[in-house]
């Protein structure tokens, strides 16, 4: 499968984060059941109502903030194979939430942004930002109001180090994905970059994704599960 100098991209979607408490998007009590996309994570949709478009990033960052939401073994599983694979290492996160990070993991891009930072549409400046975010909020740089946005890519909007993810593809001996529905580009083609690039690919998710046909493997179940007896297997095998 993989020799122990090979390199490793990982993708992550929201199932990771599930067994931690957060919600996914598209599972049938997901998040779009409730919300529409055009309502509230599209740049049309912040000019229209920014206060509905921060209430809805609001309560999401609050529900991350619940002390009671903490990495879960996948996150751990993953930041423990970032620090013992000898190979060249990287995991792309379509999630917003900072659970890699507090799970250890540093080689680390998230794709999709981060919900605990805001970035000024004034200044440019980006902040970390862990409380409710409105228009009377002030900018930590320049000190302006009704100027912030919370630091999350919308529909519409290109995803953050595309260059570096490719890179990264292009060069990768094995693609793991875990835990994404495979419905949301440019993500859900990166098992297509990897396998043109002569890379193993394999999905471990809770059922097969909408790309589950492209993978070389898949293992399915509870991430909590999946993404620990896979990892215990690459680690294994050193
Ligand atoms: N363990 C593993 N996988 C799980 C679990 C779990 N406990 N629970 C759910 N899943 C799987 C679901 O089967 C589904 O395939 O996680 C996937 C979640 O898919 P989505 O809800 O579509 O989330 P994601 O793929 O991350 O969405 C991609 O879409 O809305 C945008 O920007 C948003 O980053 C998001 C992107």
């Given at each position: 499968m993989i020799d122990s100098k090979g390199s490793i991209v990982i993708l992550t979607g929201a199932g990771i984060s599930r067994e931690s408490g957060l919600e996914t998007f598209?599972?049938?009590?997901?998040i779009w059941s409730r919300v529409s996309v055009d309502e509230v994570a599209t740049p049309e949709a912040f000019e229209r109502d920014p206060e509905k478009v921060h209430g809805f990033y609001n309560a999401r960052r609050r529900g991350l903030l619940d002390p009671a939401v903490q990495p879960n073994p996948a996150h751990l599983a993953l930041a423990e194979l970032e620090r013992r694979w000898p190979g060249e290492f990287l995991l792309v996160t379509q999630n917003i939430d900072d659970l890699h990070e507090r799970a250890g993991?540093?080689?680390?891009?998230?794709m999709h942004g981060e919900l605990l930072k805001a970035r000024c549409l004034s200044c440019g400046e980006v902040s970390a930002w862990r409380e409710d975010m409105g228009l009377e909020s002030r900018c930590?740089?320049?000190?302006?109001?009704?100027c912030l946005r919370v630091e999350v890519v919308w529909f519409g909007e290109m995803p953050f180090e595309m260059e570096a993810i490719y890179d990264a593809l292009e060069a990768c001996d094995l693609f793991l994905s875990i835990?994404?529905?495979?419905?949301?580009y440019p993500a859900a083609g990166f098992v297509q970059a990897a396998g043109a690039a002569g890379a193993w690919t394999v999905e471990l998710n809770l059922e097969p994704s909408a790309?589950?046909?492209?993978?070389?493997e898949a293992r399915y179940g509870p991430a909590s599960e999946v993404a620990p007896a896979f990892v215990k297997g690459l680690l294994d095998a050193i």
């Open positions: 598209r599972d049938k009590d997901g993991s540093e080689k680390l891009i998230h930590p740089a320049c000190g302006e109001t009704a835990g994404t529905s495979g419905n949301v790309g589950h046909s492209l993978f070389d």
